[in-house]
Structure formats: structure tokens, C-alpha cells
């Protein structure tokens, strides 16, 4: 089955640096990666996927990127704001299959 | 659009009694719905997949009769704790992907439910 690892497990950075959250996956049939975002004691919340015929997809401050030769993908936010502390978790499956997470990244902005 | 609710959002049960959790779909039928379990500073962990007039189909390690699923309408599926003990003590969270989406990708995650066994 599908196995997705994710790094760095926590961030911290300064308000107006980037950001980048890795993930890795292991099932070439995976064609679907969302990635969500979490705040303590709420739903996670989807803020950007990308499928697997697509190398690239931006959202004002938030892009996520496809390698689906190495199987990685990676999440980007630039000019982080305090508002972006959260847990993020990526996550890959498609089609019929189910969706494998990640184990989160504890994202801290710091103003 | 593709709100997804959940019923109750907190719950204390002593241990040995039943509880049970409701998820709908409030603006878009699902006939799939996912059952995920979250323990504090953990990923989700995939319980089930509940499917609308036929069986759930169970994770490996997810023992069926403790944790009964029933997909009674394609806005509704329900999860059961039979007999809870405190270790079932956890957030248990839905999901569930628009029908009109044409797959079971895009997941719209209902707010949890906290279940607290004494």
C-alpha cells in the first residue's frame, strides 16, 4: 500500500521568511495530492492539491509542487504570516484509493 | 459549498456504554464517507470507509464490531464506539468527497467529535 512520509516535523521561522514542507510517496498509482491545514482542535482544512498531470500549482501565497518521478511533492508559503501556525499535512492517493497522510509538520511563525 | 457536519462535537461516556457519531453532508450527496481517528499531535489514521446501502469496508487492525458504521442516506453516515473504554478516547473526525467530483479525492473533513471514555 501507500506510504507517505513528510519533513521537517516542526518549522519555526520568522514572519515574511518562506516556507517548505516535503513530502515523499511510494505508490506510482497515487495521481492525487491535496495538502491540509489543521489548528489545534479543529478539522483540517484543504488549502491546495495537485494532481499528477500537473508539475506546478499556485494560490497567492501558497504552491505546491509535483515530482512524479521521484515521487515528492512540496508545499511552499511565502511572506508567512503568525496566521499560517498551524499543522500541515500532506497527502496522496486518487481515483478509487484511499488518501494515506502524512504525520504533520508543526508549522510556528514567529512575529 | 461542500460542508460537511458532525454530531456530537463533545462526549463523555463512562466505560461499557455506546456512542454514537453522526456525519452529513449538508450540501452535496456522498456515497462514500471516510471515518478517520486522531490521537493529540498525531496524524489521521483511516478507520473506514463508509459506503452508501452497502458494507464498510474496514482498515486493517480496526476491529468491525466495536466501531459499527451505517451509510444510511447519501448524506448521512453514522459511527458507533460499542462498549467504549477509555483507550477509544480520542478525535474522531469525517470526511467526505462530493459526488459530483467524479472520484473520491477532493475530502472535505467534517469538525471532529471528542470522545472522552471514563
Known amino acids: 500500500g501507500e506510504n507517505v512520509e513528510q519533513h521537517p516535523s516542526t518549522l519555526s521561522v520568522q514572519e515574511g521568511d518562506s516556507a517548505v514542507i516535503k513530502c515523499t510517496y511510494s505508490?506510482?498509482?497515487?495521481?492525487?495530492f491535496p495538502w491540509y491545514k489543521q489548528e489545534l482542535g479543529k478539522r483540517p482544512q484543504l488549502i491546495i492539491d495537485?494532481?499528477?498531470?500537473?508539475g506546478e500549482k499556485k494560490d497567492q501565497r501558497i504552491a505546491v509542487t509535483l515530482n512524479k518521478t521521484a515521487k515528492h511533492f512540496s508545499l511552499h508559503i511565502t511572506e508567512t504570516q503568525p496566521e499560517d501556525s498551524a499543522v500541515y499535512f500532506c497527502?496522496?492517493?486518487?481515483?478509487?484509493?484511499?488518501?494515506?497522510f502524512g504525520k504533520g509538520t508543526k508549522l510556528t511563525v514567529n512575529p | 459549498g461542500a460542508v460537511v457536519s458532525q454530531h456530537p462535537s463533545r462526549v463523555i461516556c463512562k466505560s461499557g456504554t455506546s456512542v454514537k457519531i453522526e456525519c452529513r453532508s449538508l450540501?452535496?450527496?456522498?456515497?462514500?464517507m471516510f471515518w478517520y481517528r486522531q490521537f493529540p499531535k498525531q496524524s489521521l489514521m483511516l478507520m473506514a470507509t463508509?459506503?452508501?446501502?452497502?458494507?464498510?469496508?474496514?482498515e486493517q487492525g480496526v476491529e468491525k464490531d466495536k466501531f459499527l458504521i451505517n451509510h444510511a442516506s447519501l448524506t448521512l453516515s453514522t459511527l458507533t464506539v460499542t462498549s467504549a473504554h477509555p483507550e477509544d478516547s480520542s478525535f474522531y473526525i469525517c470526511?467526505?468527497?462530493?459526488?459530483?467530483?467524479?472520484?473520491?479525492?477532493?475530502?472535505?473533513f467534517g469538525p471532529g467529535t471528542r470522545l472522552t471514555v471514563l
Open positions: 450540501d452535496f450527496q456522498a456515497t462514500t
Open positions: 470526511s467526505a468527497p462530493p459526488q459530483t467530483s467524479g472520484s473520491t479525492d477532493t475530502q472535505y
Open positions: 505508490d506510482s498509482a497515487s495521481n492525487y
Open positions: 497527502a496522496a492517493g486518487g481515483g478509487s484509493e484511499k488518501l494515506v
Open positions: 463508509s459506503n452508501e446501502g452497502s458494507k464498510a469496508t474496514y
Open positions: 495537485i494532481r499528477s498531470n500537473v
